[in-house]
């Protein structure tokens, strides 16, 4: 199972970014997926989160309102659409998967619940 993260880069506060996650090896349409992020020196930290059906997500309160977790299972792919960006959001992105099938409905939040990580994507925020 890979997966392949992109759509990081460098932007201004305030602006737009949409990062993609292409999943090959797996099909995801039976298992929830998460975003979290590593700011430089800190530890991994839990953004976002969907069911495997993408109708129940979750959010970190620090991007509550600001950022959005898709996915399109037909395209084995989930997104993460960060909007209002602020310096705090510099961090590499990664995507995640956990082992086994998600029950309906449900999704997880800690990095621990993940087995499968992508390789990351840098969003660096100018203030």
């Known amino acids: 199972v890979q997966l392949q993260a992109s759509g990081g880069g460098l932007v201004q506060a305030g602006d737009s970014l949409k990062l993609s996650c292409e999943v090959s090896?797996?099909?995801?349409?039976?298992?929830?997926m998460g975003w979290f992020r590593q700011g430089s020196g800190k530890e991994r930290e839990f953004v976002a989160a969907?069911?495997?059906?993408?109708?129940?997500?979750s959010y970190a309160d620090s991007v509550k309102g600001r950022f959005a977790i898709s996915r399109d299972n037909a395209k084995n792919t989930i997104y993460l659409q960060m909007n209002n960006l602020k310096a705090e959001d510099t961090a590499v992105y990664f995507c995640?998967?956990?082992?086994?099938?998600?029950?309906?409905?449900?999704?997880?939040?800690?990095?621990?619940?993940?087995?499968?990580w992508g390789q990351g994507t840098q969003v660096t925020v100018s203030s």
């Open positions: 995640a998967a956990p082992q086994a099938y998600t029950v309906s409905g449900s999704y997880y939040i800690r990095p621990s619940d993940y087995h499968y």
């Open positions: 090896g797996r099909i995801i349409s039976r298992y929830g």
């Open positions: 969907t069911s495997y059906s993408g109708l129940t997500t």
